[in-house]
């Protein structure tokens, strides 16, 4: 499970191992390119060791300071792999959530079969309007990005009308803590509850759960999409990992598999979602509303 996030770290690794070649056959320490630059000598050894991401300015600054020029382009296109690959959220979100929404949907419109497995909160295409506002908003309040929640919630809404949609499927298994984590207010939570009661009804959507009682094979580590044979997706609190190495696939769709054979459907997935709205509607004093 640790490898969308080895891979990214290995190929920042290996970029900087080619900066480190490009210094060395420059006959340049780390010192002499760090004040030729104009740079502190710990980010020439941070991007040399894969510890900082370089920017574009940086390879096309490293590459004329060793006079090694003929490799920008090179390194240039490695740098954007690695860039698609890892989405810093501050780089991804600094035109704000509804750009990425917008851009999720681009991606959507090529999908035919979305499956996604989430252990902590609900998925983005099966949210209220109330449940995406709070979890915008906690997006603006760790990220400090720009505050386009009313858009952002309307993009997002917009993309779910794909669920709608013939021509594409959707398997989606939630741990039950995801039902029962307190991430939105209790009045938020049950109506979110309650349209996933109707989503289990839909004909291309299947939704399973996995209640408490559950044995697990593998750990539920994270949340993470797989969509088509193509690409998996998931997000860690600095970034968004996109995967798209077959290993990787193969991987992840194994694992979704499992989750997924585990996890339980109609009329008993219902009733570990009705338990949950049962527990909050008790603590409201709703009991039976």
């Known amino acids: 499970m640790n490898s969308g996030t080895s891979s990214v770290e290995e190929a920042r690794i290996a970029l900087g191992k080619r900066l480190r070649?490009?210094?060395?056959?420059?006959?340049?320490?780390?010192?002499?390119?760090?004040?030729?630059?104009?740079w502190t000598g710990s980010k020439v050894s941070k991007l040399e060791n894969?510890?900082?991401?370089?920017?574009?300015?940086d390879i096309t600054e490293w590459t004329r300071a060793t006079d090694a020029t003929d490799h920008t382009a090179g390194l240039l296109a490695t740098l954007h792999n690695l860039e698609?690959?890892?989405a810093e959220w501050q780089r991804v979100l600094k035109a704000g959530m509804k750009a990425h929404q917008v851009a999720l949907s681009q991606v959507d419109e090529q999908t035919r079969f979305f499956r996604g497995f989430e252990n902590t909160n609900i998925p983005g295409l099966i949210q209220t309007p109330e449940y995406a506002r709070a979890r915008f908003a906690q997006v603006v309040m760790v990220h400090k990005v720009?505050?386009?929640i009313n858009e952002a919630v309307k993009a997002?809404?917009?993309r779910q009308e794909m669920l709608y949609r013939p021509d594409k499927r959707f398997h989606f298994v939630l741990t039950e803590?995801?039902?029962?984590?307190?991430?939105?207010s209790r009045e938020t939570m049950i109506g979110q509850l309650d349209r996933l009661m109707a989503m289990t009804a839909m004909h291309n959507v299947k939704l399973g759960v996995i209640d408490f009682t559950t044995q697990y094979a593998t750990d539920?580590?994270?949340?993470?999409?797989?969509?088509d044979d193509h690409?998996?997706?998931?997000?860690?609190?600095?970034?968004?990992?996109n995967l798209r190495q077959p290993q990787e696939i193969e991987l992840y769709t194994g694992i979704f598999e499992h989750l997924a054979a585990i996890a339980s459907y109609g009329g008993a997935a219902r009733a570990i979602i009705a338990r949950a709205m049962a527990d909050l509607a008790g603590e409201t004093g709703d009991v039976g509303s």
Request: avoid cysteine; glycine fraction near 6%.
């Open 21 to 38: 070649e490009l210094r060395l056959a420059a006959g340049l320490s780390g010192k002499q390119l760090a004040e030729s630059l104009s």
């Open 50 to 57: 894969g510890r900082q991401t370089p920017t574009s300015d």
């Open 84 to 86: 698609l690959q890892h």
């Open 146 to 148: 720009p505050n386009d």
């Open 156 to 158: 997002r809404m917009r």
């Open 177 to 184: 803590a995801a039902l029962r984590y307190r991430l939105v």
């Open 220 to 227: 539920p580590r994270h949340g993470f999409w797989v969509l």
């Open 231 to 241: 690409l998996v997706r998931f997000e860690s609190y600095s970034a968004e990992i």
